[in-house]
């Protein structure tokens, strides 16, 4: 039997530790950590490239966990929406038509994401989008969407 709980607070942290290490798949894609700093507050950090874009990428996230909800089927499976605000660093290598050039970019990200914590194993699977905002080297929106997986320990 399948009983969902709602409004009862969820403690984000997945089993197995505060930190977390995997990976992210979509637009851009590459490797994700994630650092809880108590159940509902936490440090997202990625290594991630870009195929559109062509380009090299870092962020980093605060993530803000809300109260989720608790799904019983043989074990407590979580799902905790999150919300967040932090930072992007692109560096793209291209050919301006003298020679190989790279450039630069900074820009602001508003995460909005809901991960799924398993019972008993030490995981947390998430999909996130990510609206944005460049500022350097001009204005210009962006928007990332990934789907990723993390082992906490």
């Not at 403690?11 to 930190?19: H, Y």
């Not at 996230?61 to 999150?82: A, C, E, I, K, Q």
């Amino acid at each position: 039997m399948i009983a969902v709980f709602f409004g009862r607070p969820a403690d984000a942290v997945a089993d197995g530790g505060p930190f977390g290490l995997g990976i992210i798949l979509g637009e851009p894609s590459g490797l994700s950590a994630k650092l809880f700093l108590d159940a509902r507050h936490a440090l997202d950090f990625a290594l991630d490239y870009s195929l559109v874009d062509s380009a090299l990428y870092i962020h980093a996230d605060y993530l803000l966990h809300f109260s989720g909800w608790r799904v019983r089927d043989g074990g407590v499976h979580r799902l905790v929406p999150y919300v967040g605000l932090g930072g992007k660093v692109g560096l793209r290598d291209h050919d301006d038509g003298r020679g190989h050039d790279r450039d630069g970019a900074l820009g602001a990200r508003i995460p909005l994401g809901i991960a799924w914590m398993p019972a008993s194993v030490p995981i947390d699977v998430f999909l996130e989008l990510v609206p944005g905002l460049f500022l350097i080297p001009e204005t210009d929106p962006d928007l990332d969407a990934s789907l990723g997986l993390r082992y906490f320990f």
